[in-house]
């Protein structure tokens, strides 16, 4: 399959996808951003209404929900991403086994079926900007800024993730605690400034950190965090794309024979 | 240049006992903590343009393992393999149809799976619905369909656009006569066209008239790559010592010259004639009386005894077959070492002109498989040279008397 080829093939797929999930539900399409609506109220309402948390220097009613938005859409979709493709080769093991294709297209369609909620609910969270007067072309600039650093990061980790789920199943169930672990040391729910002094110094080496709160401080203007974990996520992706291609690489004829 | 070219192409298989083990090797790779099973070894061939192959073999040859290399879906462990084409297999026809799908959209999705582009499937989907000919149900969720309408668009997907190879496997037992014909009418198609065609089988009669090679795998290597009539009287030979082995490990198979002979040598044939009324002949006019006479010797006393005969015609096709147990004669505890002669007198000789072989074989029940004493592909050849009286075609003399009526009602 050439280029071409494998782009129609993964649109008409991602379509084929999204149109299975809804098919025979009422709500349809709304179930694609329901669930991240109704945890952003429910976080909205406990941290900022029952806590009565404020974020450190803003005082306006909405910058909690921004604040909370501007942070839990992309790690939905980092968490989304992560879920879908960890089971990309398992649950295709039929196509696998059957035609030759660039496996990598499944993991391409898994982060097109997420990119597809995400732009959906970053709609959603722009509309709400504009209406309660916070939107701003530098705000959006770096929350799809955000976005893309994620992407970076999550495509090497969903391709490694997919395949050594098809040697170890441990790997789905892994993941799923992890994904709980890591939502709680990334600041998403809460500010980095409440955390103590000593770990706030380690949270720069989760390389989640730096892109959230990049978008975080975009949206609400508010200072951008140190440079130096930019370079700790970047160092991350790119020693998980080196990962990725060499277990693909050395485990290509494996692989196949495992399916 | 070869189509397909394997050069000393091997297929390991790893086994590891549970997936710690896996893990322990990956982490000290030098001590290896897995069975390694060849399924394939040392296996080198080309294929042209045009050509088309059998793979024959029993259950666990290799066949299918070698068919996912080719198609891509499995890599080699050792040596190399090369298709200069596109693939087309009907190996897992209807593979990835959706139930909740139309046909239309299903063929759309399938065929960019197959490698092919969106245009040309939309291009070609009305001679794609029109091969099928499942009528409107080609807009009807494929769950709606029975497994023959799944068969018929699935291969409809497969043939409609020319592949450069077109692999066939059993498959195509699915589905009803009618479609079964058109779809080897289809594959006879292809074939003319220059389409390069790869079958699987057990069929002798689909492989000897669809193929003009076979090869012949068994325990992973090619034992024999030789014409399709060749290699199935060998695979016979094959099995039937298989059979016999337990309690028989010495039997040979004799590949000299085109004559194919094996057995386990309790009684061997001697010879093999054909008479007619004028004597020991090599013709004989369709429609005269012959005798074919079989003479043996039992190199031990044996209790039971068959002998049987098998016609074939040019290709290889089974005509006709008959054994002494069908025909009511015992053949027990006959004298051992000394000649022995039995004579199948055929009254009139009903088949058509041309030109014939005998297999003759010497076995224990009515069923060659066991104890296979011995057994002589081609023992005799001989030609039916036409009845002045009696013209036809065929290879079956059937008596017909044509007659005219007047005022049919």
Same mark, same amino acid.
């Given at each position: 399959?050439?280029?071409?080829?494998?782009?129609?093939?993964?649109?008409?797929?991602?379509?084929?996808?999204?149109?299975?999930?809804?098919?025979?539900?009422?709500?349809?399409?709304?179930?694609?951003?329901?669930?991240?609506?109704?945890?952003?109220?429910?976080?909205?309402?406990?941290?900022?209404?029952?806590?009565?948390?404020?974020?450190?220097?803003?005082?306006?009613?909405?910058?909690?929900?921004?604040?909370?938005?501007?942070?839990?859409?992309?790690?939905?979709?980092?968490?989304?991403?992560?879920?879908?493709?960890?089971?990309?080769?398992?649950?295709?093991?039929?196509?696998?086994?059957?035609?030759?294709?660039?496996?990598?297209?499944?993991?391409?369609?898994?982060?097109?079926?997420?990119?597809?909620?995400?732009?959906?609910?970053?709609?959603?969270?722009?509309?709400?900007?504009?209406?309660?007067?916070?939107?701003?072309?530098?705000?959006?600039?770096?929350?799809?800024?955000?976005?893309?650093?994620?992407?970076?990061?999550?495509?090497?980790?969903?391709?490694?993730?997919?395949?050594?789920?098809?040697?170890?199943?441990?790997?789905?169930?892994?993941?799923?605690?992890?994904?709980?672990?890591?939502?709680?040391?990334?600041?998403?729910?809460?500010?980095?400034?409440?955390?103590?002094?000593?770990?706030?110094?380690?949270?720069?080496?989760?390389?989640?950190?730096?892109?959230?709160?990049?978008?975080?401080?975009?949206?609400?203007?508010?200072?951008?965090?140190?440079?130096?974990?930019?370079?700790?996520?970047?160092?991350?992706?790119?020693?998980?794309?080196?990962?990725?291609?060499?277990?693909?690489?050395?485990?290509?004829?494996?692989?196949?024979?495992?399916? | 240049?070869?189509?397909?070219?394997?050069?000393?192409?091997?297929?390991?298989?790893?086994?590891?006992?549970?997936?710690?083990?896996?893990?322990?090797?990956?982490?000290?790779?030098?001590?290896?903590?897995?069975?390694?099973?060849?399924?394939?070894?040392?296996?080198?061939?080309?294929?042209?343009?045009? &050509?088309?192959?059998a793979?024959?073999?029993?259950?666990?040859?290799?066949?299918?393992?070698?068919?996912?290399?080719?198609?891509?879906?499995?890599?080699?462990?050792?040596?190399?393999?090369?298709?200069?084409?596109?693939?087309s297999a009907l190996l897992e026809l209807g593979?990835?149809?959706?139930?909740?799908?139309?046909?239309?959209?299903?063929?759309?999705?399938?065929?960019?799976?197959?490698?092919?582009?969106?245009?040309?499937?939309?291009?070609?989907?009305?001679?794609?619905?029109?091969?099928?000919?499942?009528?409107?149900?080609?807009?009807?969720?494929?769950?709606?369909?029975?497994s023959g309408?799944q068969v018929r668009?699935a291969f409809s997907?497969a043939t409609?656009?020319?592949?450069?190879?077109l692999i066939v496997d059993e498959a195509l037992s699915v589905g009803d006569a009618y479609f079964q014909h058109k779809c080897f009418r289809r594959i006879r &198609?292809l074939?003319?066209?220059?389409?390069?065609l790869i079958f699987v089988s057990h069929d002798?009669l689909a492989i000897?008239s669809l193929?003009?090679?076979?090869?012949?795998?068994?325990?992973?290597?090619?034992?024999?790559?030789?014409?399709?009539?060749?290699?199935?009287?060998?695979?016979?030979?094959?099995?039937?010592?298989?059979?016999?082995?337990?309690?028989?490990?010495?039997?040979?198979?004799?590949?000299?010259?085109?004559?194919?002979?094996?057995?386990?040598?309790?009684?061997?044939?001697?010879?093999?004639?054909?008479?007619?009324?004028?004597?020991?002949?090599?013709?004989?006019?369709?429609?005269?009386?012959?005798?074919?006479?079989?003479?043996?010797?039992?190199?031990?006393?044996?209790?039971?005894?068959?002998?049987?005969?098998?016609?074939?015609?040019?290709?290889?096709? &089974?005509?006709?077959?008959?054994?002494?147990?069908?025909?009511?004669?015992?053949?027990?505890?006959?004298?051992?070492?000394?000649?022995?002669?039995?004579?199948?007198?055929?009254?009139?000789?009903?088949?058509?002109?041309?030109?014939?072989?005998?297999?003759?074989?010497?076995?224990?029940?009515?069923?060659?498989?066991?104890?296979?004493?011995?057994?002589?592909?081609?023992?005799?050849?001989?030609?039916?040279?036409?009845?002045?009286?009696?013209?036809? &075609?065929?290879?079956?003399?059937?008596?017909?008397?044509?007659?005219?009526?007047?005022?049919?009602?």
């Open positions: 399959m050439n280029l071409t080829h494998t782009l129609d093939f993964i649109r008409d797929t991602v379509s084929k996808d999204t149109e299975l999930k809804y098919r025979g539900s009422i709500l349809g399409i709304a179930w694609l951003f329901l669930p991240s609506l109704v945890s952003i109220l429910l976080y909205s309402l406990v941290f900022s209404k029952l806590m009565h948390s404020r974020l450190p220097g803003n005082s306006s009613s909405f910058a909690y929900s921004i604040y909370l938005c501007a942070g839990l859409l992309i790690w939905n979709f980092f968490s989304d991403v992560l879920q879908r493709s960890v089971g990309a080769y398992t649950d295709n093991a039929n196509i696998l086994k059957k035609a030759k294709f660039n496996k990598l297209s499944l993991i391409a369609i898994a982060a097109a079926n997420s990119t597809v909620q995400f732009l959906i609910i970053s709609a959603l969270f722009i509309v709400f900007l504009g209406i309660s007067g916070n939107l701003s072309f530098s705000g959006l600039a770096t929350y799809f800024m955000a976005w893309l650093m994620i992407l970076a990061l999550s495509l090497p980790l969903c391709a490694i993730a997919a395949l050594l789920n098809i040697f170890f199943r441990d790997v789905g169930h892994l993941i799923q605690i992890t994904l709980l672990g890591l939502f709680w040391c990334t600041p998403i729910v809460y500010p980095a400034a409440i955390l103590p002094e000593g770990m706030q110094r380690w949270i720069i080496l989760n390389p989640l950190a730096y892109p959230i709160q990049f978008s975080q401080s975009g949206v609400l203007d508010s200072p951008a965090p140190q440079l130096a974990g930019l370079g700790i996520t970047l160092a991350i992706a790119v020693l998980l794309l080196m990962g990725a291609v060499l277990l693909h690489r050395a485990l290509a004829s494996d692989f196949l024979d495992e399916l | 240049m070869a189509l397909v070219k394997t050069t000393s192409l091997g297929k390991r298989f790893k086994y590891y006992a549970n997936p710690r083990q896996r893990l322990l090797e990956w982490l000290t790779p030098s001590r290896p903590r897995h069975d390694a099973r060849w399924v394939l070894r040392d296996i080198s061939f080309e294929i042209g343009r045009g &050509e088309s192959v793979f024959v073999g029993r259950n666990g040859a290799g066949k299918s393992t070698l068919l996912k290399l080719l198609t891509g879906t499995l890599l080699p462990s050792a040596g190399s393999i090369q298709v200069n084409g596109r693939i593979m990835g149809f959706h139930p909740d799908f139309s046909g239309r959209r299903n063929v759309m999705l399938a065929g960019q799976l197959l490698g092919l582009a969106k245009d040309e499937i939309l291009s070609s989907m009305p001679a794609i619905e029109a091969f099928a000919e499942i009528g409107e149900a080609i807009d009807h969720p494929v769950r709606t369909y029975s309408m668009l997907l409609v656009i020319e592949p450069d190879i &198609e074939r003319e066209h220059g389409v390069t002798p000897k193929c003009n090679r076979a090869l012949l795998l068994d325990q992973g290597r090619i034992v024999m790559d030789d014409a399709p009539d060749m290699v199935m009287d060998y695979y016979n030979a094959l099995i039937a010592i298989d059979e016999n082995k337990p309690d028989h490990p010495v039997a040979t198979i004799n590949h000299n010259g085109r004559a194919i002979r094996s057995g386990i040598g309790s009684a061997s044939i001697l010879a093999v004639t054909l008479q007619t009324a004028e004597g020991e002949a090599g013709e004989v006019a369709s429609g005269q009386a012959a005798t074919l006479e079989v003479r043996f010797r039992l190199q031990r006393p044996l209790p039971e005894l068959t002998v049987g005969i098998l016609i074939k015609d040019r290709l290889g096709n &089974e005509i006709f077959g008959t054994n002494t147990r069908n025909l009511g004669l015992q053949l027990d505890h006959l004298e051992p070492n000394q000649a022995h002669a039995v004579r199948f007198n055929i009254d009139r000789l009903t088949l058509g002109p041309a030109s014939y072989s005998v297999t003759v074989a010497l076995h224990a029940l009515d069923n060659h498989l066991e104890g296979n004493y011995d057994w002589h592909e081609q023992a005799l050849v001989f030609r039916v040279s036409p009845d002045p009286a009696y013209s036809f &075609e065929g290879v079956a003399r059937v008596d017909t008397i044509a007659s005219l009526n007047q005022s049919p009602s």
